[in-house]
Nanobody, 126 residues
Framework: QVLLVESGGDSVKVGGSLKLSCAAS????????MGWFRQTPGQEREGVAT???????DYADSVKGRFTISKDNNNHTLYLEMNNLKPEDTGIYYC????????????????????RGQGTQVTVSS
């Protein structure tokens, strides 16, 4: 059981930046796919970005060029650096993880991964 704890959510102005963190404990010694998805009330969950043990990453088209996913393997922490934030980036951001091969580590599947954190709120206003 992978335990995930997110932090870093906040309220920012349009064009601002935030960096979300996800601390993973009980980290398995096998191929793991980790990522972020977001959800806004009344809307479907949207995969944002994924990272695989091999170093492969995947991003939603809506965040490409603005968001960067990375992982610190020393402390098992996943990050999501978000720049040039827009109002449509508002939502609860969830950190997720699943044991899967790199070719299946895709952002579209991230809302359905096996393990999920409690979420952190990001609000972008003008």
């Amino acid at each position: 059981q992978v335990l995930l704890v997110e932090s870093g959510g906040d309220s920012v102005k349009v064009g601002g930046s935030l960096k979300l963190s996800c601390a993973a404990s009980q980290y398995p010694r096998s191929e793991i796919c980790m990522g972020w998805f977001r959800q806004t009330p009344g809307q479907e969950r949207e995969g944002v970005a994924t990272w695989h043990t091999t170093g492969a990453t995947d991003y939603a088209d809506s965040v490409k060029g603005r968001f960067t996913i990375s992982k610190d393997n020393n402390n098992h922490t996943l990050y999501l650096e978000m720049n040039n934030l827009k109002p449509e980036d508002t939502g609860i951001y969830y950190c997720v993880a699943d044991l899967r091969a790199s070719w299946t580590c895709r952002v579209a599947g991230s809302p359905f991964f096996s393990h999920r954190g409690q979420g952190t709120q990001v609000t972008v206003s003008s």
